[in-house]
């Protein structure tokens, strides 16, 4: 097997950019990247995905055929991804013949949740207390100084699947017990005021760039509503700010990246790195002047970064799949605010928790923009009064 050279010079438009993921994050760093004028082709354990409706070409194989993800990265001249549980082996494999971004590095670090915490850790970056544990007998001995807590799988946990609670003593065999693995983290459960996210972008020439922070509200450990401006003090965003530019340093990371913070008394804790775009970024295509995944190909292809500045405040709910339980969402009523975006994933069944696309309003206020966006959603399977808009927006 003999690698490609990889020449570290601007993958221009014209080129084909490959993406390992096939959903909606997939799907919206196409849809830019073909405006860019690049191909894009999606390599995708499923066929008919979100990402492969509007690509060029969609590869249907597993993460684990090495052989489809060495022809798939034959292909294309730069390769990206758009979640973190992808095999490290197919990041390798796939570096032989294309330049591969955010890195095997990256993708080692953050799709486990030990590793993630102990790099956090070892580089200064404050983080809540926690143990890694390997039985029910080293869980018990980490509650004598973690409790109450939250007890996660190290890997392949998001939105809330792979955690358990410890609130009291009778919970921790359970919670072990429910997780049925080799290797789990306990976390000490924090008492936060908020939490917020920042999204910024490292280009594979070391320029870097964030966003404007996002406020995040999340119900049943999902992400329900995310505004921006997000009410945090001058200060503490751009500590925020070089906390995310210090992470993307340290790992060597080229394309966007999400750090999710806790603010806690007017202090910040990082909860989870992200390397990738992130569901609270979304509001930047609608809000900024450069969005997310713009920013992202940029970043991968080495193209100079886009302007991250907000133009409107704005607001952003998503759509799960609970919204159809009742028949076909009444889409006209929530599209009568002419200021609220509709973005739709094109997933192929709607379920209940499934993130199956989200709304976005931009106004005067983040609390205006809010309102537009949740009276939207809320229209979706009732019949509300929306509130009247200030002026119409472009």
Known sequence: MTARAHVNKPILPGSTVGILGSGQLGKMMAMVAKRMGY????????????????????LQ??????????EFAKRVD????????????????????APVHPGIKTLWTTQNRAREKSFLRENGIPTCDFQIVHSLDELNKACESIFPG??????????????????????????????????????????????????????????????????????????????????????????????????????????????????????????????RPHNSGHLTIEANVTCQFEQHVRAVCGLPLGSTQRIKPVAMANL????????????????????VKLHLYGKAEAKPGRKMGHLTAIADSTELAREFATSARNALTSNPALPAVESPVA
């Open 320 to 339: 799960l799949g609970d919204a159809w339980v009742d028949g076909e969402p009444k889409w006209d009523e929530a599209l009568k605010a002419p200021n």
């Open 39 to 58: 191909r894009v082709h999606v390599f995708s354990p499923d066929n008919d995905s979100p990402a492969g409706q509007v690509a060029d070409v969609e």
């Open 61 to 70: 194989a597993d993460y684990s055929d090495l052989p489809a993800v060495e």
């Open 150 to 275: 939250v007890l996660k799988t190290t890997e392949q946990g998001y939105d809330g699947k792979g955690q358990r609670f410890i609130r009291s003593r009778d919970e921790i065999s359970l919670a072990w017990e429910a997780l049925n693995c080799e290797e789990a983290i306990l976390e000490k459960l924090i008492d936060f005021d908020f939490e917020f996210s920042v999204v910024a972008a490292r280009s594979s020439t070391g320029e870097v760039a964030a966003f404007p922070t996002s406020r995040n509200e999340h119900q049943n450990h999902i992400l329900d509503v995310s505004v921006s401006p997000s009410g945090l003090d001058e200060p503490l965003e751009k500590k925020a700010t070089d906390i995310a530019c210090q992470i993307m340093s340290q790992l060597s990371s080229v394309g966007v990246l999400c750090v999710e913070f806790f603010h806690c008394d007017g202090q910040l804790l990082v909860n989870e790195i992200a390397p």
């Open 78 to 97: 730069v390769v990206t991804l758009e979640f973190e549980n992808i095999p490290t082996d197919a990041l390798k494999t796939a570096s032989l013949h």
